[in-house]
């Protein structure tokens, strides 16, 4: 007898939460479905103002006015729009909306930043190489420097530091090794010499002859230099480039 009592009570506590569960999802549709619309729908219209720009407090603002609330569902990066700014916005502007309507919108977490990668003590060309695979390619400045440890065309030290932030518009400098102080020259002076000449002088220190400027529409075989960079009495190394402007003679 009393495992009969039991189980009518258990089956009893079953259909009780049945009951609940299912009143409970019948009351959600006619709420949401039903009563809601017919009171949104009563409520007086209004334009949807244009979001897409605005920073989050501004929009707030804007949609208090109109009678509106606002729903940030989510953040995204993105380049047009900075940060905090709105990048979407559903309904679009213009539409026709009752008031007490929310208004849901995308916002923008800025533009996704780059992170320098450890290029340090490897050969600068391909150091090139893996900033463009990181398309960081916003300008490199080249500084070379002697160094005693990195070989010489090899990567000393960066800024910024590797794993650090890029921003888009932030130009990378490379410091890269001359080799050993003791590889180091003077730079002689080139003024003066023919095309010729200089050349040989350049080759016969291991320079490499770097841009040509012509003063005038000249060829270089009838030619003297007039400008050089490096300037007479500038440290260099073997494998430096010598820039030099030609006046005809």
Do not use: C, W
Not at 31 to 42: A, F
Not at 57 to 86: C, F, N, P, S, W
Not at 178 to 199: H, Q, V
């Amino acid at each position: 007898m009393k495992s009969n009592k039991r189980g009518k009570r258990k089956s009893n506590q079953f259909v009780g939460i049945s009951i609940a569960i299912v009143s409970f999802v019948i009351g959600f549709f006619i709420v949401n479905y039903l009563i809601m619309p017919i009171v949104v729908g009563k409520g007086e219209d209004t334009l949807v103002p244009s979001l897409v720009g605005l920073n989050v407090k501004d929009a707030q603002k804007i949609i208090r006015h109109e009678g509106l609330t606002l729903d940030i569902t989510g953040y995204q990066y993105d380049t047009v729009y900075q940060k905090d700014r709105i990048i979407y916005q559903d309904p679009k502007p213009d539409e026709i909306t009752k008031k007490g309507r929310k208004i849901t919108a995308i916002v923008s977490r800025g533009i996704k930043a780059n992170i320098m990668p450890y290029i340090i003590g490897i050969p600068l060309s391909n150091a090139i190489e893996v900033l463009k695979s990181k398309n960081i390619n916003n300008g490199i400045n080249k500084i070379f420097t002697s160094s005693d440890s990195v070989p010489r065309n090899y990567i000393v030290s960066t800024i910024p530091d590797a794993d650090e932030s890029i921003s888009p518009s932030m130009m990378i400098t490379v410091f890269i090794s001359k080799g050993s102080e003791s590889d180091t020259l003077s730079m002689p002076n080139i003024t003066g010499l023919s095309f010729i000449e200089a050349l040989d002088k350049v080759k016969s220190l291991d320079l490499i002859l770097g841009n040509i400027e012509y003063e005038d529409n000249i060829d270089s075989v009838n030619s003297k230099v007039i400008l050089q960079y490096p300037e007479e009495g500038d440290l260099i190394s073997p494998g430096d480039s010598v820039n030099i402007v030609l006046h005809k003679e």
